[in-house]
């Protein structure tokens, strides 16, 4: 492109590593296949979808914790690969704090509200998470089962 006044020829804007990496986050396609081999790129990403987010803790059930928006379906797939993700989930329900304690029994420790259901799966997975049982009737019960 030429100056209008000048005739010079003017060059080209350049675009900074730092404007590349800023497009390149906020596309879809490229977010979703960082995801896919890194669920920690999640916290880069600027428009996150259903789609990448569940992309992303099927990949590290930690990247819930970068989940800006979490829907039922991404909790269950993050405690599901990482029974421990149970910790950054905003609005647990049963069935999500089963899943987890499937996943390790150990993730026990993170539930706010333990049924008895969820305390007998947990310590099916992993006997050593009795010591997490808060219900003392079903820490009982098992304790007395053990003998």
Request: glycine residues 4%; aromatic residues 10%.
């Given at each position: 492109?030429?100056?209008?006044?000048?005739?010079?020829?003017?060059?080209?804007?350049?675009?900074?590593?730092?404007?590349?990496?800023?497009?390149?986050?906020?596309?879809?396609?490229?977010?979703?296949?960082?995801?896919?081999?890194?669920?920690?790129?999640l916290q880069y990403?600027?428009?996150?979808?259903?789609?990448?987010?569940?992309?992303?803790?099927?990949?590290?059930?930690?990247?819930?914790?970068?989940?800006?928006?979490?829907?039922?379906?991404?909790?269950?797939?993050?405690?599901?690969?990482?029974?421990?993700?149970?910790?950054?989930?905003?609005?647990?329900?049963?069935?999500?704090?089963?899943?987890?304690?499937?996943?390790?029994?150990?993730?026990?420790?993170?539930?706010?509200?333990?049924?008895?259901?969820?305390?007998?799966?947990?310590?099916?997975?992993?006997?050593?998470?009795?010591?997490?049982?808060?219900?003392?009737?079903?820490?009982?019960?098992?304790?007395?089962?053990?003998?």
């Amino acid at each position: 492109m030429k100056c209008k006044s000048c005739g010079q020829e003017i060059p080209e804007k350049q675009t900074s590593q730092e404007e590349e990496d800023w497009n390149n986050w906020s596309n879809e396609d490229y977010c979703l296949e960082a995801v896919k081999q890194n669920g920690y790129a999640l916290q880069y990403v600027k428009k996150q979808t259903d789609k990448i987010c569940l992309e992303a803790v099927k990949q590290d059930g930690y990247a819930l914790r970068f989940v800006k928006k979490q829907t039922d379906k991404i909790c269950l797939e993050a405690v599901k690969q990482n029974g421990y993700a149970l910790q950054y989930v905003k609005k647990q329900t049963e069935k999500i704090c089963l899943e987890a304690v499937k996943q390790d029994g150990w993730a026990l420790g993170y539930v706010k509200e333990q049924t008895e259901k969820i305390c007998l799966e947990a310590v099916k997975q992993n006997r050593d998470a009795l010591k997490y049982v808060k219900i003392k009737k079903v820490y009982f019960d098992i304790l007395n089962s053990r003998k």
